[in-house]
């Protein structure tokens, strides 16, 4: 079993910077990607970033410049670095994991932090 916890979502003025964590705990063998999702109201999730250990970090185009995503491997912890935010990064943020577990492969999802961009 495998649990994310993210942390660091909050109210923040546009033009601001926020720092969320998300860090993995239980039987993880290893960390095969990782990856930060965002979901506004009324819109459908989408990825803003990840990284596999087959490739390397992704963005969206709308983000690029802006976030970055980094990881401490020895915390299995990853952070999004965010820069320069607007009132469109509105959104709960969730992280994902693929990770080497005894007998297999899991996917699992974090329960998500509220980032609110005032304008």
């Known amino acids: 079993q495998v649990q994310l916890v993210e942390s660091g979502g909050d109210l923040v003025q546009a033009g601001g910077s926020l720092r969320l964590s998300c860090a993995a705990s239980?039987?993880?063998?290893?960390?095969?990607?990782m990856a930060w999702y965002r979901q506004a109201p009324g819109k459908q999730r989408e990825l803003v970033a990840g990284f596999s250990n087959s490739g390397g970090t992704n963005y969206a185009d709308s983000v690029k410049g802006r976030f970055t995503m980094s990881r401490d491997n020895a915390k299995n912890t990853v952070y999004l670095q965010m820069n320069s935010l607007k009132p469109e990064d509105t959104g709960v943020y969730y992280c994902?994991?693929?990770?080497?577990?005894?007998?297999?492969?899991?996917?699992?999802w974090g329960q998500g932090t509220q980032v609110t961009v005032s304008s």
């Open positions: 239980g039987s993880i063998f290893s960390i095969l990607a």
């Open positions: 994902n994991g693929v990770f080497k577990v005894g007998v297999g492969l899991t996917q699992n």
